[in-house]
Each structure stands twice: as C-alpha cells, then as structure tokens.
C-alpha cells in the first residue's frame, strides 16, 4: 500500500462529524453522539470544519432543503451518514465505519470534488428561493451576507469570489430605527434548522442591529418521521437540554459531562450520586452563574399569559433559575418520581420572540437552549 | 541603507495616504490610513525614537480598529455604490492643497535651517520619560485633564439611553 | 535623509490630508482627513527634534503631545457623529453646515 | 537598530495586530456569524487592554527598564510574581483573552458555531489556529522574563529554566481550556474596567513606593 493511501487512511480513521437532529430524531442523536464519543472522533460545530455529515432521522420538505445546502458547504473529501429514527446501536457503528471509508476512498471523493468544480462557484440569484433556511454555517450568506454591516459585497471583501458590478443586483441593508435613537443597518439573520446545540427542526429568524436583536419571528420546520420519541425517561431529556446548554454557554468540560451522565442513565446504569455531585458542581460556578442570570426572565405574568407548562412554568425566572429546575427534575424523575407535566412546545414557542427581543445573539442562544423545545411533540405544520 | 529605507517608507506613508481617499471600502481606508500610520512609525524608528515610534505604531492600531467599527456603523452609503465627493469641491480642494504642498516644500528647501545644538542622549526614552516627569510635568497634568475632559464629554454627547438594555440600569 | 526630506514627507501628507478634508462629503471621511494632518505634525515633529535640538527632550513631548491630540480629536468626532445621527439621521457635512455665517 | 531597548512596548503593540487580524478573518467570509465573531473579539481587546498595559508598566516600573532582559535581571533576588500577584493574575488574564483561549473564546465561540472560524476550511482554518496556538505559547513565554525570573533557578542552565517555566504556564492556560463557561464582553468589560484596572494601579501604586523606599 503506498504512503499516500496510508496517508489516507490515517487522515480518514478521526473524522470530524457536524450532527443534524430533526424532530423525530432525537432518539437517533443519542444514539449517534454517544457513538462518536465511545470511537473518539470530534463532533464540531459548523459544516466548513466537518468531514462526514450524520442526519438522525427523515428530515421533512424544507428541512431536507436546508441540510442541502449545508451539505454542499462540507468541504471534500466528505462523507454523509443518514441514520433512521429509531437506529440501533451496530446500525450506527456500520454507518460510520461506511463514512471512514467513504473518505478513505480517494477515486470517489475525486469524482465528488470534479462534479462541483463543475458546478461552478456559489453565486447569490441561483442560491434557491428564500426558504432554503439553511442553519448557522451558512447563516448570514444569503440574506445577511450582502448586507453585512451596512458594508457592500460589491466592494469586494476578502475571499468573497464574485463581485457584485451592477449596485442594483445587490441587496442593500435597509435601516431601521435602533433601540438606541439611531437608524443603523439592519441584518437578516436566520438561526436556523441546522445549527450545533439547538432544538431540532426550529428556526428562528432574527432581525439584528449590530449583535442586538431588534425584532424575533420563530418557525417550525416539520421532520417527516412519525413524531413520537423515545427518550428513554425524562431524566435522560433533562440532561441531554443541561448538556446542551452547557454547551452553548461555552463550558465544554461540564456539557461532557452531563452527555456521559445522560447516556449511562440511558443505559439504565444508576447515576444518582454522580448527578448530585455534578448538579452540586455546576451551581457553585459563579462564572456560570455570572454569566446567565438575569437572561430571559419569564414571570408568572408570562406563564400564564402564554399558557406554558413544565419546567418553564415550575421554575419561573432566568435561565439560571431553570437551568437549576432541570436539575431537580432529573434527580426526581432519577428517584423514580412521578412523572410530571412535560413542556407544551407550541405555548414556549409562543413565548419566545417576547424573551429574545432586545437580547444579544449570545444571550439569544442560551435563552432558547434553557427552554429547549422538543419539537417532536409539536403538531407538525409547515 | 537607512535613507533607502527612509524612502521606501515615505513613499509608501504617502501612497497610502492617498489610497485612503481613492478607495471605494470603508474598512479599506480605515487600513489604509492604518498601513500610513505604521510607515510614519517606521520613519520615527529610523530618527532613532524607538520608543515613540513604537507607541505610534501601537496607538494607532487600536484607534484605527475603533474607527473601523465607526467608519462602517455611519456611513450609511456604500462608498463604493454612490460616489460620494461632488465634482465641483474636489477640483477646489485639489488646487488648495496644491498650493499649500508648494509654499511648504519651498519653505522647506528655501530656509536654512540652523545647525544642530547638541548631540542626541544615549537612550531618547529616558530622556523624554525624565522630561515628562520633570520640567514639562504641566504638559503632562494639561493632556491628562484634557484625556478626562474629552472622556467625559463624548459620553455624554454619545449615548442617549444605550442599545443594551442593561443601559438604563 | 535629510531634514529637508522629513520635512518634505510632512508636507506631502499635511496635503493629501487637507485634500481629503476638503474634498470629502461625509463627516467621519474629513475626520481621517485630519488624522492624516496630525500624522504630518507627528513627522515633523520628529524631524526637528532629531536635527535640530536632540540634547532636550521637548520635541519628543511634543510628539506624544500630537499623538494624545490625535486620540482625543478622533473621540470627539465620533461622539459629534453620533449625536448628530441620533438628532438628525444624517452625517453628510453638507447638511450639518448650520453654523455657517 | 532594532527596538530591544523597549521590548515590552514592541510586545504590546504586536499583540494588538491580532485585533486585525481576528477583524479581518471575521468581515472577510461575508457571513453574519463571523462578523458578529470579529466584532465580540474588538470588544474584548477594549475590555483586557488597559489592565494588561497596566500590568506591563508595573513590571518596568519594578524592574526600571523597558528592556526584557533588564527585568529578567532585576528579579535576581526576589521573583516579580512573588510581590506583584496582581499584575501576574491580570497578565495571565489578558494572555488567555489575547489569544482568545479557553473562558475568553467567545469571538471563535461555540454558540456562533465557531464565531469568526465559522467559514475557514483547510489551509486558512491551519494558519488560523496556528497563530492562535503561537499568540498563546508567545505570551505564555514573555511571562517568563516578566514574571517569573528569566533563566534564574538551581541546576538547571537559564534556558533549561526559561523552558520549563514557559512549558509550566502554558501547561496551566491549556489546562483552563475547557474548565470555565465562556466569559461573555457585555458583563466582563463592566468588571475588567472596574475591579481590574483599579486593583492594577494600587499594585502599581504599592510597586512605586517599594521602588522609590
């Protein structure tokens, strides 16, 4: 075997992998991510850095556009996993060691990368209708790319590889008025379907002024599997939501943690001293703290106002408060606690544009990762 | 070899200079501007001030980011889409400062300028740090209340209520 | 390497910075105009100080003297755009010329 | 010729090219993400410059030079970090927000998908991350003449020294990586401007006065 293909070779054997969830996938992400983890390979967060793309579950129409898109911006040699909803364990193992040697498989991934040259470079107007909706790796390239701070793609920025000639082909920021009593540019960005650490199949379209966001109009993108998902108890949900709030709020060591917390929960293992210690853990951190006190701040006005029910109405308040109410709850529902109401995704929905108006994307970011709708539950609609 | 630098960076100081009212990119002039403050730095370098050529290069780094972030917040329209400067003022303001390049450039080669009284200290900083701190210690008290004043004064011109909403906390 | 050279150098951006300043429409563009005429105040500065009275260190305040001014000049212009943004959405100097006799 | 005689003023001002540099990278790809990336790493700058400038003024107000070599030669007897705590926690501080590492990489943040790195791939992501992990092991080695004595030390040659004591604070900034949540600039620059910048000018102030006894 020459050196290039052990050269290969050892390149394929630790892929970085970008993980999609839809709806009705959650089970399958699981599943996947505790894979990964048990192969060490890296699970990053946007689609440029990645090598093999696993999809958990039957993404629906629009969806399935988006992961189109985020899939033409994986960078060769690339490999894509499609994992059904309710997937096994060797299942997901066959399909990775599949994406290993998918990669590994210079012929094919030449063949790949001659059909895009083909294709040509990116260009806005063939770059699919305003929909597409693709998540954050791509976030602001169409709608808020030109307009990216009010300063022109015609002018020619960096590697951007085409110039906008006419000023009329090119979508100009239009200004509205900032909280601040100025009239700054506006930008358009989506955080949409397809994004790390965020609730499947949502997307949430931000108008941002600056970093702050002006105005908030949420959506639900419908997966096309059968909607119902089997977590495997609710403590298993409560830590995969602190995991992933963790995560969003940058504390890497600690999401681990809870993901490992959580996938030996699921394996039926009995963690409950090991969650006390962690959920003991992570209150004393005052950086923690310090940094998500005082974000989306819901009342009892607000609970009633818009009907929400679960964690969000148990524990009003920030998203310290809740962050601490979803650790009780998975020390109950660990002590075999009766089973509570769940959280109705439509009414924290509808409570989400109000909590995120005037927030920054950062603090946007983690007021939704600390309601983290399950969308499954959702009646699916458009 | 020092007049050959000296040179090279003069030139480019002034190119640059020029670049920063040609180019058609907000963040392009603002670099440009940036890339003639980093040549005049050098320049200083050169005279033996190392230290104040180092500060040059220092602040205006950090000055030309800040105006970066201005320069793209305010102006609102493109360079690049709609020219900016009138027709009628650029040829006034290019015949102006036409004329005010000539009579400093004669001055400049006319007057004989007096020999050199004393020789330059060994280590310059030391010198300027003994100065600041000694007799022109009242330049230094005059610049730190004007830093205050100015401080103060484009915060209050500045903000009105702040985009955050911690601001008005 | 002259003193004339500098001297020339200071001249030349002291122009291409009254220049800008005149010729340019909006606000934070003079702005730049007249850091680049403060930068021709930095090199003279410098200029005289090496050639023609090295032995005090009163050229080398002078010019941290200019680098403050610079500082502070770019502080105040902003804040004045702003505030002119905020009061009358516009940073063109053309419509700001309220002052004029 | 070269500028040694004030090689804290040129360390400064190389740190901040990557001001820029992260600015450049982050307007550059076009992409609203990375935009908001460059832009949170601008407001990070602002927030650890002053305490870090300050932190370098007491170590040459302690040491009377601005030349690395004559502080690491003027911490023969008494090691800086042993009576300028303050300036060592606060220079270690603005290392890990220079090099946007660990607490202090929110401009590459995960919750922006990788913030400003969002579009780099391939070679542009390598030479990215290798400036960073150069910015990093850079500043970690000036800690070493600033603050922990140079080479000085039993046994061991001065390099040996210089290169244990890099590799041992290094090890501590790399050790820091994942252990702390993202420290966001709007709640750090309140606090970076008024506990930072004040607990360094009474360092320098206690510094002064020792100098000057």
């Not at chain 1, 996993?81 to 990669?103: P, T």
């Not at chain 1, 089997?230 to 709030?245: K, Y």
């Not at chain 2, 201005?70 to 329209?77: K, P, R, S, V």
């Not at chain 2, 004329?99 to 900083?125: K, S, Y």
């Amino acid at each position: 075997m020459g050196l290039r293909e052990r050269l290969v070779r050892f390149a394929a054997e630790r892929p970085r992998s970008f993980v999609v969830a839809t709806p009705g996938g959650a089970g399958a992400r699981l599943v996947v991510e505790e894979e990964l983890r048990r192969r060490g390979w890296r699970a990053v967060a946007s689609p440029v850095g990645a090598d093999v793309l696993v999809v958990c579950g039957e993404p629906g129409a629009e969806l399935a556009q988006a992961i189109e898109v985020v899939w033409a911006d994986v960078p060769g040699p690339r490999a894509r996993v499609q994992v059904a909803a309710g997937v096994r364990r060797e299942a997901v193992a066959r399909a990775l060691d599949g994406a290993a040697a998918e990669l590994a498989d210079v012929p094919r991934q030449w063949a790949d990368a001659a059909e895009r040259v083909a294709a040509g470079p990116w260009t806005p107007d063939d770059s699919g209708d305003e929909m597409s909706g693709h998540g954050g790796g791509h976030g602001g390239h169409e709608q808020g790319g030109h307009a990216a701070h009010g300063d022109m793609g015609g002018d020619g920025d960096g590697g951007h590889e085409h110039h906008m000639g006419a000023p009329g082909g090119v979508a100009m920021a239009e200004r509205a008025d900032d909280r601040d009593g100025l009239k700054l540019d506006v930008l358009h960005v989506p955080l949409g379907p397809v994004l790390s650490d965020w609730p499947a199949g949502l997307r949430v379209s931000l108008t941002l002024q600056g970093d702050v966001v002006q105005d908030a109009e949420v959506g639900v993108l419908g997966g096309a599997g059968d909607g119902v998902v089997e977590w495997g108890g609710l403590a298993v949900a409560h830590l995969d939501s602190i995991g992933r709030l963790l995560a969003v709020a940058g504390w890497a060591a600690a999401a681990e943690r809870a993901r490992i917390l959580r996938d030996d929960v699921r394996a039926g293992v009995d963690r409950r001293v090991e969650v006390e210690r962690f959920a003991r853990q992570v209150g004393r951190s005052r950086t923690l703290r310090w940094m998500i006190r005082g974000l989306g701040v819901i009342d009892r006005a607000a609970v009633e106002r818009y009907g929400l029910t679960g964690v969000a109405a148990r524990y009003p308040g920030d998203v310290a408060d809740r962050l601490a109410g979803r650790f009780v709850e998975a020390r109950k529902a660990l002590g075999g606690g009766a089973d509570v109401e769940l959280d109705d995704p439509a009414a924290l929905l509808r409570v989400l544009p109000s909590l995120l108006v005037g927030a920054e994307l950062a603090a946007a970011r983690l007021i939704v990762a600390s309601l983290d709708p399950d969308l499954a539950r959702e009646p699916v609609h458009g | 070899m020092r007049t050959v630098v000296f040179w090279v960076l003069a030139l480019a100081a002034v190119g640059f200079g020029v670049a920063v009212f040609r180019v058609d990119s907000m963040a392009r002039a603002t670099f440009a501007l940036l890339a003639s403050f980093l040549c005049v730095g050098g320049t200083m370098v050169l005279l033996d001030l190392h230290y104040l050529g180092v500060l040059v290069v220092l602040m205006m780094i950090m000055e030309m980011m800040v105006m970066a972030v201005f320069m793209i917040m305010y102006m609102m329209n493109p360079a690049g889409l709609m020219p900016m400067s009138m027709l009628h003022n650029r040829r006034g303001a290019l015949i102006i400062s036409g004329a005010v390049l000539v009579a400093l450039v004669a001055g400049v080669w006319t007057v004989d300028w007096p020999e050199r009284a004393g020789r330059p200290p060994g280590d310059p900083t030391r010198a300027l740090g003994e100065a600041v701190m000694g007799a022109q210690m009242p330049v230094m008290i005059v610049v730190g209340v004007a830093i205050l004043a100015t401080m103060v004064s484009a915060v209050v011109l500045a903000t009105d209520r702040g985009r955050y909403d911690g601001g008005d906390r | 390497m002259t003193l004339q050279a500098f001297l020339t150098l200071a001249a030349a951006l002291f122009a291409v910075g009254l220049y800008g300043a005149l010729s340019q429409q909006s606000i934070v563009m003079l702005m730049m105009g007249l850091e680049l005429m403060i930068n021709a105040v930095l090199v003279a500065g410098a200029a005289f100080w090496f050639y023609l009275a090295p032995a005090s260190a009163d050229g080398q305040v002078l010019v941290l003297v200019a680098v403050t001014v610079m500082a502070l000049e770019m502080a105040m212009g902003f804040a004045v755009v702003t505030a002119l943004m905020r009061a009358r959405d516009v940073d063109v100097t053309d419509d700001a010329g309220d002052l004029k006799g | 010729m070269l500028p040694w005689s004030i090689g804290v003023v040129w360390f400064n001002a190389m740190e901040v090219v990557a001001w820029v540099s992260v600015w450049m990278v982050g307007w550059g790809t076009n992409s609203a993400f990375p935009l908001v990336g460059g832009y949170r790493f601008l407001a990070q700058g602002l927030a650890y410059e002053l305490p870090h400038m300050f932190a370098l003024i007491t170590v040459a107000l302690g040491a009377e030079s601005l030349d690395f070599g004559e502080i690491a030669r003027a911490q023969d007897g008494l090691w800086f970090v042993v009576w300028m705590p303050v300036a060592f926690l606060v220079y270690l501080l603005s290392v890990l927000a220079m090099a946007f590492w660990g607490p202090f990489g929110h401009p590459v943040g995960h919750d922006l998908a990788g913030g400003a790195v969002l579009e780099l791939a391939g070679p542009d992501r390598l030479v990215f991350e290798a400036g960073r992990y150069a910015l990093l092991v850079v500043a970690s080695a000036a800690a070493v003449p600033l603050f922990l004595g140079g080479g000085a030390g039993p046994l061991l040659p001065g390099w040996a020294w210089a290169l244990v004591k890099t590799y041992l604070v290094l090890a501590l900034l790399v050790w820091v990586r994942h252990r702390l949540p993202v420290i966001r600039m709007d709640r750090f620059m309140t606090a970076a401007w008024v506990v930072l910048i004040p607990a360094t000018l009474v360092q320098m102030l206690v510094v002064g006065i020792v100098v000057l006894g």
